[in-house]
């Protein structure tokens, strides 16, 4: 605690610093009640805190009505609603749809055959789907890149595969192609930095080794 002139080598010092830790977090716990507070007064008037939303309530319904039938990805359902993939994610309730079990065929052949691997498994996580419904989702949300900036390199680009269980919260960037609307989803601060509109050096790089075209507009490599 220098700032402060605190000598925590001396019991005073320890003291003092306990103290001071008490008081910060006294303070947050301040903060976060009259934020709550302040939220429950806007709700009981009828109005809601944060942003207002993209979709309206009729359309978050039908995202929600096409992502259950299993029958749409997310992308799919955004290029609809022309909205970020985002958007869609943030309004989904991601929950597991119990519509069919997931069964195995019997297959009769003279040999046994080799088990393979089903990519419906998530990499990151390992969580495995049940049903159909779910096993088709997950499909889909694992053929979506994510690009996390490494805690340990800053100019280095994690990509991972992730399923609802598992996918990053906000912030959350869309890099999408200018004519199919494809592309890999940015996280933490490389999806801050692209909010005001600039792309990180780590990113531009990572997409430009993928064939992407990024000026003047992002076209992805099956479009560059």
Known sequence: MLEQGIDTATAEGRAMFGMLSVLAEFQRELIVANTRDGLAAARARGRKGGRPSKLSSAQIALAQRLYDAGEHTVAQIAGMLKVPRTTVYGHLNTRRVDIAPVTQETVVAADPPAPVLTPRTCPTCGHEPTTRAEAAHQRADLAVLWLHPDPEQRETVISRQHCRHCEPGQPAFDVACAVCG?????????????ETGELAGP??????????????????????
């Open 203 to 224: 990113v531009r790089h990572w997409l430009a080794g993928a064939g992407w075209t990024i000026t003047p507009d992002l076209f992805c490599p099956d479009h560059a």
């Open 182 to 194: 494809d592309g890999p989803i940015l996280a933490g601060r490389f999806a801050e930095l692209a």
